[in-house]
Each structure stands twice: as C-alpha cells, then as structure tokens.
C-alpha cells in the first residue's frame, strides 16, 4: 500500500474508533432521597445491571444521580442527566407533570406489586368516621411519603375533610379542621394513637399489620384507599421508542436470569418488573392533577 492510500486508510480508521467512543455513554439511575449516600450504594449494582444488559444500545457504564426533591429530578431528567427514575407512582406523577417523563413499568418492591393505605384509630376512641375527626389530629410520616401521606390525604381530601397543618401533636387543634402532623416514621405513627398522643394514624395497611404486632386488635380501620403500584420506573422526556423498549425488556426478563435475580434481591428484595396494566395506568392519569396540587414542586 503506498503512502497516499494510507493516509486516507488511516483517516477512516480513527474515525469510526472515534466516532464508536463518541456515541457511548453511562446509564444514569436517579431517585429523590436526602439519604445520598445510602440511596446510591442500593442503586449502584442495579444501574451497573442494566448497563451491561444494554451495551447494544452504546450504554458502557452505569451511574447513580439522587435528586434533592421533585423540581431537581424533573430538571435532571429535562435535561438528559438521568435517563431512569425509580420511585413512587405519586411522586413519579409529580415530576411527570413538569417533565414529561413516562411511565413504562411496574416495580415489586418486596413481592408487592400495588399497595393501599388506610387512615386508623384506637379502636376505643369513640371515632367511627372521617367527619368524626373534625377538631381532632391524625398523623402522616413525611410529606414525602406516598403510603404515609400523599395517597391518604388525597382520599381524605376527596370526602370533604380539611386538614390544617399544625406544629406538634401537643399545639392548639383546630375547631373547624383536622389537624394533621408528622411523626417521621411508621412506628411513630403507631405508638403516637396507641398513646393517644393523636387521634389517628395513616400509613400502608401491609405495613400497619406488620408494626402493629400485638397491639393491632386495639386499632380500627377507619378508611382504605385505592390500590396503586408500589413503585413505577419512569424514563426521560428524550428516551426514544427503539431504547425505551430495550429497558423495558430488560427489566420485565431480569427474574428469568440467575444474575438478573441477585440483582433483584438485593435491590430493596425487588421480586420482578412487569408492565403496568392499562387499568392502573389509567387510574394515575387521574391521580396526577390532585397529586400535583397536593405535594408541588417540591
């Protein structure tokens, strides 16, 4: 080969490694959490998973990105910094409002698939209904918690009940609405009406049955709330169809795998993806607005 045909060889080589290495890029996970560093080792093994699994579609690493609340997830995921977001159905509606971020499957986080939340009391307190809790308290977890607040306070908020948010369970409780507060966790909320600290708890009934123990024969259930996913994986505005449909199969044949059940079972014990029925999705397309409204941008 003499010289002038080498040159453009040459030329054509470095082009196609260089323009190879340019298409490739990391796969980024996101999900909201003021715990960053926890959040990030549960994530890091699932995302480095899917990486591998999408390596066709020029995915050579796998990165973990933790939002600081709804309004930065929404900007990462606009902006192409995190491709998928594993979280709540509420709150994932949420940042979908402002992104446009899609919906494309089911997650079982420890075997349950959907969950409901219910609104409790001692079951001596003398109160038999939602009005029954006007000038009295119930407790949430978090304002950030979609079985310990959002989804309970929507129901409670469908039957015409207002909540006025007060300082502690011990402040001056409103005459004409029910106060609410926040305990932090679920077994808070428990101990807060089994103390009578509060007059009614909210939270997942799974996980009512499970921390109540004991004690769960001295508690009634008040109201029960539609059932929802327990999670739901979410992808960027930008994704197009021909990837979104290659994570979509790799997350729904992840727990025909051998490796792809580790991962699983050490992601949070998820048991399997699927897709998410046209029923439910239809039924969050009625959640957003409220939702929305409910938790803004935060």
Known sequence: MNLKNAV???????????????????????????????????????????????????????????????????????????????????????VRAKCGS???????????????????????????????????????????????????RHTIATQGVQLAAMSGPRAARPAEATGYVFSGDDENTIEWVLRGLVDAGAMSLNGLKKRAGDDIGSLDVLVQTENIPRHVVSLSPGTSDEFTAAVQAVLISMDQNDEGRWILENFERTTKFDAIPDQTLDMLEEFEKPVTALIGGN
């Open 8 to 94: 453009p060889l040459a030329c054509l080589c470095l082009s196609l490694l260089f323009g190879h290495t340019a298409g490739a890029r990391s796969l980024v996970i996101g999900t909201i959490s003021d715990e960053t560093v926890k959040e990030t080792r549960v994530f890091l093994p699932f995302a480095k998973y899917l990486a591998t699994q999408l390596q066709n579609e020029g995915v050579t690493a796998g990165e973990v990105r933790i939002a600081r609340n709804i309004a930065h997830m929404a900007e990462l995921l606009s902006n192409g910094e995190v491709d998928i977001f594993v979280d709540s159905p509420l709150v994932s509606l949420a």
């Open 102 to 152: 899609r919906l494309v499957a089911r997650r079982w986080k420890k075997g349950v698939a959907e969950y409901r939340s219910v609104v409790f009391v001692r079951r001596d307190s003398g109160i038999q209904s939602l009005e029954d809790l006007k000038g009295r308290v119930i407790a949430f977890e978090e304002a950030f918690s979609s079985s310990g607040y959002i989804l309970p």
